[in-house]
Structures are given as C-alpha cells and as structure tokens.
C-alpha cells in the first residue's frame, strides 16, 4: 500500500525554508542516507469557488499560502524507516532551529541531556506543531478497481 507523508508548513514559514529542507532531503537521498519514491514541494493557495448548483461559496478551509513537502513512499515500513533516519532527525532539527529560538535551545539541552533526551524531544515536538503538521495519506484501491489513481481512470 503507497503512502504519501505531507508536511504542511505553517503560513509564517516562508517558501525558501521548505525549499532548503525540500533540497537537503533530495541530498540525503542521493548519498543512501534516506530513502523515498518521490518527493515534491508545494504551495498551497487560497483559491475561491462557487457551488455549480447553488451558486455558493465553496468553503475551502484554506487561509493563506504556505508550503507544503509530499514525499511518496512504498509503504508503512518505508514511512517508519523515514521517520527515524539519522538525516531525517538532522534535517528537522536544522529547520526547526532555524523558525525557533526555544525549539533550539531545546534541541542544544537534549544534545546535553543524555538521559532526559527523549522528553526534551517530546517538548520540541510540541512546540513544532506552531511550524508545521505532518498527514500521512495510506493509498488504496480507487472506486474504478484501479490502485493509487494509476489504472482505471476515466477520461
């Protein structure tokens, strides 16, 4: 079963920040440091639509511009192997650092704290969800009896 990982950076990250995490996950790949099928960088916008019925505004729940990352994966072992890469760690901890002076003094204390590491990560993470949310999307069957939009679609 396909995965596709999304992280949908916050409306304060700009573009170029993503693009740098988007860049140096494209370099861990290539030296076997992590492993994906695809990976691509977005910006999600706001966009305005009517009902073609009724005529009403289409309620997107979308608020702004802001980056998001897709990165395709084969399956749930190949999204639990990306999550825990060593240059998975690296990367999130350079651009979280980069958005958050807390977020990096956290990171400088567990780099210190042997033993408390993990519940400074537990901290970090909490703060990160004001940077960015991760979606993982689990592919299946379409209703057309294809897999992952690939086969049966309909013109």
């Known amino acids: 079963m396909a995965i596709v990982h999304l992280v949908l950076f916050a409306e304060c990250v700009p573009l170029e920040a993503a693009r740098i995490v988007h860049n140096e996950l494209i370099a861990a790949h290539s030296l076997g440091d992590i492993s994906f099928?695809?990976?691509?960088?977005?910006?999600?916008?706001?966009?305005?639509?009517?009902d073609g019925v009724y005529l009403g505004a289409i309620a997107t729940g979308q608020t702004g511009r802001r980056p998001v990352l897709m990165v395709h994966l084969s399956d749930q072992a190949a999204l639990k192997a990306y999550y825990e890469a060593p240059a998975h760690s690296r990367i999130r901890q350079a651009f979280l650092s980069s958005v958050s002076h807390e977020i990096a003094t956290l990171y400088a204390a567990a780099e210190r704290d042997i033993a408390g590491r993990a519940r400074l990560y537990e901290a970090i993470e909490a703060h990160?969800?004001?940077?960015?949310?991760?979606?993982?999307?689990?592919?299946?069957?379409?209703?057309?009896?294809?897999?992952?939009g690939r086969e049966g679609r309909r013109g």
Not at 37 to 50: H, K, N, Y
Not at 136 to 143: K, N, P, R, T
């Open 37 to 50: 099928d695809l990976l691509r960088l977005a910006e999600q916008r706001v966009i305005t639509a009517s």
């Open 128 to 148: 990160a969800a004001r940077y960015m949310q991760r979606l993982d999307l689990f592919l299946g069957a379409d209703s057309t009896g294809g897999t992952n």
